[in-house]
């Protein structure tokens, strides 16, 4: 298929997605989120996509949403923002974060607004050194969507959650790293390199144990400690009985690299 607003490839069991709108750093519009949207969708029940990698075209990852895709002006009619976030951005989070399999995030410039929590939804962020991450809601008037009031004060804690999203200040890479924002700050240059391998690891791995693990950690945060401990015995018990754990164990004792079937 053509996209007008995102690039799509797949190999080797990794499905890349590039947001492809570079003259406006990536911005959102409907025509994006719908083309997104179909594109994961069908990745959930592609038995060939045991890895997402979601980054962006040219200098930057994603800035928001785009402005100039609303009519918005003084004295101009008021904007149904929350139909915006309950149509686009709540579904694009929920779908990222309940993907049945990892999904890679690589930042290759700034990350602002619901750009910063798209990114901040993919399982594991690795960015570029010279990347930002600006809550630039406050801006304009506005709250961190897209889970950012959610996700902040749980990665970096409340202060620093209050302080990013009501300053609005850009947040670089290697401090992002630092506080646990992401997973990993990397040179410019190797961005990619590193995203890609990341990805073909996840796709080569034991799809099913993987999904498990993202999905038990995400859903931890609603569990109490003994809730939880029934959680995990239930996916141990499933997955010893998969045949990717008879071959994990098969090449461990066999001194070899296991070959994993995928789902």
Same mark, same amino acid.
């Given at each position: 298929m053509t996209y007008e607003t995102i690039d799509v490839a797949q190999a080797a069991g990794v499905l890349t997605v590039t947001l492809n709108r570079p003259d406006r750093l990536n911005s959102f519009t409907a025509a994006m989120h719908g083309e997104l949207a179909a594109v994961l969708a069908d990745a959930i029940t592609n038995a060939d996509v045991r890895a997402v990698l979601l980054t962006g075209a040219g200098r930057g990852f994603c800035a928001g949403q785009d402005l100039a895709d609303r009519t918005v002006a003084p004295g101009s009619a008021p904007v149904d923002l929350g139909e915006s976030v309950e149509r686009f951005y709540a579904p694009l989070i929920r779908r990222l974060a309940n993907m049945p399999m990892p999904v890679v995030c690589a930042v290759n410039g700034v990350a602002a607004g619901a750009g910063a929590n798209i990114a901040l939804a993919c399982d594991v962020v690795i960015a570029a050194r010279t990347a930002k991450f600006i809550q630039s809601f406050a801006n304009i008037g506005l709250i961190p969507d897209s889970g950012g009031t959610w996700v902040l004060p749980r990665l970096v804690g409340q202060a620093r959650a209050l302080g990013l999203a009501l300053t609005g200040e850009p947040l670089s890479a290697e401090k992002a790293e630092a506080w646990g924002?992401? =997973?990993?700050?990397?040179? #410019?240059?190797? &961005?990619?390199? %590193?995203?890609? @391998?990341?990805? *073909?690891?996840? /796709?080569?791995?034991?799809?099913?144990?993987?999904?498990?693990?993202?999905?038990?950690?995400?859903?931890? =945060?609603?569990?109490?400690? #003994?809730?939880? &401990?029934?959680? %995990?015995?239930? @996916?141990?018990? *499933?997955?010893? /009985?998969?045949?990717?754990?008879?071959?994990?164990?098969?090449?461990?004792?066999?001194?070899?690299?296991?070959?994993?079937?995928?789902?």
């Open positions: 924002l992401i =997973w990993r700050c990397v040179d #410019d240059g190797a &961005l990619m390199d %590193e995203a890609r @391998a990341l990805a *073909a690891r996840f /796709a080569a791995g034991p799809t099913r144990a993987l999904a498990e693990t993202k999905r038990l950690i995400r859903g931890a =945060w609603a569990e109490t400690l #003994d809730a939880e &401990l029934d959680l %995990e015995r239930d @996916a141990m018990r *499933a997955l010893g /009985a998969s045949d990717e754990y008879q071959e994990g164990v098969a090449a461990f004792i066999a001194k070899r690299p296991a070959v994993f079937s995928g789902r």
